[in-house]
């Protein structure tokens, strides 16, 4: 199920990276210029925002099993219709006098916004199901599984997109072809998920025998009493977290094609190998984050400590992003693929604090979570969008990418004082 849900993350981040891979080649071609594709990418944010408070409240209430196959058939249809922009009898119905290159923009933006919204019902239902499946200790790890999806598919797209480049393709073959894996993965799901395979109570650990799933014995134990103050100052301290790495990755992740290309002067090719290399080092920094946390807690760490060491040396990692503007060339994307490591190593930390949260709501209170995040992600593209077109100076999105996780990590000394309770009875169990 894990494996599953990990090629999920590699079917969403397929379908949003292509756009970011292919985006200096459509400029011309649709003038799609960088104010218009900061709007685009603030629409996509501001969309998966309100979809992640969506899917979040319907997730808690019908569960994943069957919300997962629906969110993945609305975002594949969304990457399958992108291409429609070539079609000048569909977008002449959009153009607006006076902007040249309206109708294809706004088809462009209108499918984003959709493909932005259908996408955030993923980690909803991909939380619960990891919440279902793993023990305490193993989440990190299992969400790092779940996550390193993410710089899979991020990995591939650039590659794809060259071999497609160079065989003769057409951009619209990546829209086509991912759209329809994603239609495939529904089938599959639904095969290895059956009705009842989420019901049961989650697993738990045992002294003897670490991270195998038992039962639940007949005799439960309380819930700890709800006490307001623990709730907010845990809240807080996941609202820093997540506007912190979601502004950190999704700028990045949005802009670095762009900013190799048109600002630094690389090659569409050279541009295609250092995109995956990112990703490969991000990849190797979730599974790194999880590990870190193993390693610390077998040691005879407590967990939390872990988790806020693990964090505190992911987030000096991504300070690194701040140093690339300023030295350019091939060390600046030295720096860039190493603060890779550190952004997504991020993560998995904040996945595990966000499943500390009341299990009643988990999908909906993490929703919320992301819906801040992205918002915030969606007026800094918008932003971004505008500066970079007037000054095609990338520095300043830089900086934040570099330093916004370090007001996680005070939030995390400061707010966060001891773990939750529920982690404290799975150590006792």
Same mark, same amino acid.
């Given at each position: 199920? #894990? $494996?599953?849900m ?9 379908d ?28 996509f944010a501001?969309?998966?925002?309100l ?15 069957l *919300? ?17 922009m070539?079609?000048?009898?569909l977008?002449?119905r959009?153009e ?8 294809p923009?706004? !088809? ?6 959709l ?9 909803? #239902?991909a ?31 650039p590659l ?16 086509w072809?991912i ?18 395979s ?7 650990e045992?002294?003897?025998n670490?991270?195998e ?24 301290? *996941? ?12 700028f ?6 762009k ?16 995109v ?16 870190l ?29 701040? *140093?690339?503007?300023?030295? $350019?060339? !091939? ?19 904040y996945?595990? *604090? ?34 970079i ?6 520095n ?17 000394l400061?707010?966060?004082?001891s ?11």
């Amino acid at each position: 199920m #894990c $494996g599953a849900m990990m090629f999920a993350t590699l079917l969403n981040y397929m379908d949003r990276q292509v756009l970011p891979q292919i985006a200096t080649e459509l400029k011309s071609a649709y003038n799609l210029d960088d104010a218009r594709y900061g709007q685009i990418a603030g629409n996509f944010a501001y969309a998966f925002a309100l979809g992640s408070i969506f899917f979040g409240f319907v997730a808690d209430r019908i569960g994943p099993r069957l *919300l997962y196959p629906i969110v993945l058939i609305g975002w594949s249809l969304a990457g399958l219709a992108t291409p429609m922009m070539r079609d000048q009898a569909l977008t002449i119905r959009f153009e607006q006098p006076g902007e040249p290159g309206s109708g294809p923009y706004y !088809w462009l933006l209108y499918c984003r916004t959709l493909l932005g919204f259908f996408e955030a019902g993923h980690w909803p #239902c991909a939380l619960l199901t990891a919440r279902q499946i793993l023990t305490t200790r193993d989440r990190p790890l299992g969400n790092g599984l779940l996550q390193s999806g993410a710089s899979l598919g991020a990995i591939l797209v650039p590659l794809y997109v060259m071999a497609v480049r160079n065989l003769g393709g057409g951009w619209e073959v990546a829209f086509w072809t991912i759209g329809a894996a994603g239609l495939l993965w529904v089938p599959v799901w639904l095969i290895l998920v059956r009705r009842g395979s989420l019901d049961q109570a989650p697993p738990v650990e045992t002294s003897e025998n670490e991270g195998e799933y038992f039962p639940p014995a007949p005799v439960s134990i309380p819930e700890a009493p709800f006490q307001w103050g623990q709730f907010i100052r845990i809240y807080l301290t *996941l609202f820093a977290v997540i506007l912190g790495i979601s502004a950190s990755w999704q700028f990045i992740r949005e802009w670095l094609p762009k900013f190799l290309k048109e600002s630094q002067g690389f090659s569409a090719d050279a541009a295609d190998v250092i995109v995956p290399v990112y990703y490969i080092a991000a990849e190797l920094g979730c599974f790194a984050a999880g590990l870190l946390v193993r390693w610390l807690v077998a040691r005879g760490r407590e967990v939390h400590s872990a988790r806020v060491t693990g964090y505190a040396v992911f987030a000096l990692v991504t300070a690194s992003a701040a *140093l690339a503007p300023l030295v $350019g060339g !091939w060390f600046g994307v030295g720096l860039i693929v190493l603060a890779g490591a550190g952004i997504l190593g991020l993560h998995p930390y904040y996945y595990a *604090l966000a499943q500390e949260l009341p299990a009643k709501h988990m999908a909906l209170l993490s929703g919320i979570l992301a819906a801040a995040g992205w918002f915030a992600v969606g007026k800094l593209q918008e932003v971004m969008g505008v500066r970079i077109k007037e000054t095609g100076n990338y520095n300043i999105g830089f900086y934040i990418a570099g330093l916004t996780p370090m007001a996680g990590l005070i939030a995390l000394l400061v707010l966060w004082k001891s773990a939750p309770q529920h982690e404290r009875r799975d150590e006792v169990t």
